[in-house]
């Protein structure tokens, strides 16, 4: 299995994919660069915006829930409006959004992190049903937020401890049933874990940043196997496609050396490899 480049399109930090079932398009962020990209029939389409966005559910055909530093708002792909849905620390300047992801439920559950990553200063919200609620506060990093298909666990990492954990949910209605467990420790391998997404066996796919990779992890957290990528930061992944089989991976330029981004111009670029597994399709969210 070979990662192949969808464009030359460089991310400075490249994040959120997300592919939609409906439009068989994908989409990712570059949220840095304040940039929606999207992907569909060999051409890459770009919106602009005036603050941090990082990651989007689906809520219609034409219609993305987006996450920014500010707020979650509605965006219509077709015309470019944005409505606000609800603020996510708009009294709070240092930090910005981060991870996310739509829920089984038709909620979206989104981190926060400083924006220089200062320990402790971000958190994880659920936005359920109109209204938003913090679940975990005093998180460095948030990322790995994902589902698994029998709707029993949601995982989430606090990228600087190492560890992901395991959260029991509510059959009823997806929210937190008692305290999170530690599920995945990466500490001994001096691994990072960065974006997850769960396929429909249940295996958990985890970018890992700094180690080239999106590793694959077994219901009980055995490592079963990886894929290789042609760029050190790999950040998140998706898996999309007609069979929902192709895994995806964005990818970042931060924190490589001047050197290291001459020598290697696929840091940064957005990578497809076809015939992984078969993911899940993405959850839609309910307003």
Same mark, same amino acid.
């Given at each position: ?6 464009? &030359?399109? =460089? ?11 409906? /439009? =068989? ?11 929606? *990209? ?32 500010? /707020?979650?708002?509605? @965006? ?12 996510l620390e708009a009294d ?15 909620? @979206? ?71 999170? =467990? ?28 700094g180690a080239s990779r ?15 990528f042609p760029a050190a *930061?790999?950040?998140?992944? &998706? ?18 050396? &001047? ?11 957005? @990578? ?10 993405? *959850?839609?969210?309910?307003?």
């Amino acid at each position: 299995m070979t990662a192949v480049a969808l464009d &030359a399109k =460089q991310c400075h930090l490249g994040e959120g994919p997300l592919w939609h079932p409906v /439009r =068989q398009q994908l989409f990712w962020f570059d949220i840095v660069q304040f940039r929606l *990209h999207s992907h569909r029939d060999g051409k890459t389409h770009t919106w602009s915006f005036d603050e941090h966005v990082s990651a989007a559910g689906w809520i219609d055909e034409d219609r993305l829930l987006i996450a920014s530093e500010t /707020r979650l708002f509605e @965006f219509t792909l077709s015309t470019g409006a944005s409505v606000d849905v609800c603020p996510l620390e708009a009294d709070t300047p240092t930090t910005r959004s981060n991870d996310g992801r739509a829920d089984p439920w038709g909620g @979206f559950w989104i981190g926060t992190m400083g924006k220089g990553a200062e320990p402790g200063e971000g958190a994880i919200y659920r936005y359920y049903r109109g209204k938003i609620r913090r679940l975990f506060p005093e998180i460095t990093i948030s990322n790995a937020i994902c589902f698994s298909p029998d709707r029993a666990f949601a995982y989430y990492a606090d990228t600087p401890t190492g560890i992901v954990m395991r959260q029991a949910l509510d059959p009823q209605n997806g929210w937190p049933a008692g305290d999170p =467990q530690p599920w995945l420790d990466l500490r001994a391998e001096g691994l990072n874990p960065d974006g997850a997404v769960v396929d429909a066996d249940g295996n958990f796919w985890n970018a890992q940043w700094g180690a080239s990779r999106v590793a694959c992890y077994g219901p009980d957290a055995t490592f079963l196997r990886a894929v290789e990528f042609p760029a050190a *930061h790999t950040s998140c992944p &998706a898996f999309g496609g007609p069979d929902l089989t192709t895994l995806y991976c964005t990818t970042a330029r931060q924190g490589q050396s &001047a050197e290291a981004l001459a020598a290697n111009p696929d840091h940064g670029r957005t @990578f497809a490899v076809p015939g992984v597994a078969r993911g899940q399709a993405e *959850h839609q969210v309910i307003l």
